[in-house]
């Protein structure tokens, strides 16, 4: 997504429309929530992500060059401002993008978009401020992070960084244009799995998120340096390089997933792969089907950038592939956000109307639980209004998802809820928040659906409109409880 900046600063952004498609139906596995129709017959709204991308390599997001702690705050105080006014409840923010880190880290030096010089110390505890500003405004901070990639150049006439004194060199891939760790070696892996058990143990991250980086294409890595050598010393048991090079991707995803759930297992761990899941098995070497079927993953986002009826990379049907390869995991849909308003993109990107279409397609398929935008900064340049549209289809506030795997008991549910007067008040115990639903119709045999009218602390809130009204209760895991029974305003 990351790869499209990234191949932008490249010159090589065509990559995109490259990626193969198949002509795979959709899955029709159940969407996790809710667990089925309500009794009464009352339709309570789905639950949804709504998440932004903020990526931090080049400072592209944030800090947008600004070096100063102040200027710093302020920015991305804006952003999660706006995310807020909009009912956005997820950022993933890019913590680690090129073997460095966004906090003070045994295994990586301070990003250079921090201060403008890597390894730099900025002189505060940026993480915990991000992550508390996040939370407070009760939005999920997600930890993105790049597994593999360790620097960028234009070509070999550039030197690359000097590598971080805990580095190996013989870890290390130096390709014409992208630096990385060594895939083939087990001592990368275990590097990788420590440095994600050391960020979930210092911060109170609610995820770990991994872009669509693993072995490097060929058109963004320029000239590469072989890996037959590798392949010859590590590689036996395996009939071809292509097989053992994604056994060694499979091996740091699992590691990664063993890590968390070993750690912090109340920590969701995503990824977001390119568009197109042949290009991700066959040229990044990344057997996302697999992974889903394995339960390595919490969550899969796939990127999907192009519009309905691309001739490569069509939405419609990239969303019925993923979802049927993501088996039991959960999805949501990546949508590429910079590309509304840019005159270089195709005729769709020139209307708000594709976006709606996009997020309504998502809707209709159960697997899908909710969308993600790339990336931050063009939420706040609302070209061509797209930012307007996008919030104007989140007005209400949305439920964040249970995500499968928690060590809390389900919450107990909402008590004595009842209306006095213009107020509706209820009860609850233990740590949990309350979703207060309202159902504007509630004859019975009539269209009974209903919308979150707020997600709150709070055991009363004030109603002024005829209907009825609902109460759940959410753990910290955003398991559920069973909704109270309707109580009606006349």
Not at 13 to 30: A, E, N, Q, R, V
Not at 37 to 65: H, I, S
Not at 258 to 266: D, E, F, L, M, Y
């Amino acid at each position: 997504m990351i790869k499209h900046i990234t191949k932008l600063m490249l010159g090589l952004s065509l990559i995109f429309s490259i990626y193969s498609c198949s002509k795979d139906s959709p899955g029709d596995t159940p969407e996790p929530e809710p667990p089925g129709p309500d009794p009464n017959g009352l339709v309570y709204p789905a639950k949804e992500m709504r998440a932004v991308w903020l990526t931090t390599a080049w400072g592209l997001d944030w800090p947008l060059g600004d070096y100063t702690v102040a200027g710093q705050r302020q920015k991305y105080l804006a952003y999660l401002d706006k995310f807020k006014e909009m009912n956005v409840n997820t950022i993933f923010f890019q913590v680690r993008a090129m073997g460095d880190a966004y906090y003070a880290s045994d295994y990586e030096p301070w990003a250079t978009s921090i201060t403008g010089t890597r390894g730099k110390d900025p002189g505060y505890d940026i993480l915990t401020f991000l992550i508390e500003e996040a939370h407070a405004r009760d939005i999920e901070f997600h930890a993105w992070m790049n597994p593999y990639r360790i620097a960028t150049r234009a070509n070999n006439g550039t030197a690359y960084p000097p590598l971080h004194s805990s580095i190996n060199a013989s870890w290390v891939v130096s390709h014409e244009k992208i630096q990385i760790y060594n895939p083939a070696r087990e001592e990368v892996r275990k590097r990788i799995a420590d440095i994600v058990k050391e960020l979930i143990s210092k911060y109170d991250v609610d995820g770990v998120h991994l872009d669509d980086y693993f072995y490097p294409d060929p058109s963004s890595a320029g000239v590469m340096v072989s890996d037959q050598a590798d392949y010859e010393t590590y590689g036996s048991g395996f009939s071809t390089i292509q097989a053992w090079r994604r056994a060694n991707v499979d091996k740091a995803i699992e590691g990664i997933h063993n890590a968390i759930v070993a750690t912090k297992p109340g920590v969701v761990f995503s990824i977001s792969p390119a568009a197109g899941k042949d290009y991700n098995y066959n040229t990044l070497y990344a057997d996302v089907a697999k992974w889903c079927q394995q339960g390595w993953l919490d969550l899969l986002i796939p990127q999907l950038y192009q519009e309905i009826g691309n001739n490569y990379n069509d939405f419609q049907t990239n969303l019925g592939i993923w979802t049927q390869f993501a088996y039991d995991v959960p999805v949501v849909i990546g949508h590429g956000f910079y590309k509304f308003g840019d005159s270089a993109q195709p005729a769709a990107f020139q209307s708000t109307t594709e976006l709606e279409k996009q997020i309504d397609m998502a809707k209709k398929n159960k697997k899908i639980v909710g969308s993600a935008m790339y990336s931050a900064k063009y939420v706040l340049d609302n070209k061509i209004g797209i930012t307007d549209k996008l919030s104007s289809l989140y007005e209400k506030p949305g439920v964040m998802p249970f995500l499968g795997r928690s060590n809390d008991a389900a919450p107990t549910s909402a008590a004595n809820v009842r209306i006095e007067g213009n107020r509706l008040k209820w009860s609850t115990s233990g740590n949990v928040k309350s979703v207060v639903y309202y159902f504007p119709v509630v004859a019975s045999g009539a269209d009974r659906k209903g919308e979150v009218l707020a997600i709150t602390e709070e055991h009363t809130i004030a109603v002024d409109k005829k209907g009825g009204y609902s109460v759940a209760t959410l753990g910290v895991d955003h398991q559920e409880s069973k909704p109270s029974d309707l109580v009606e305003k006349n």
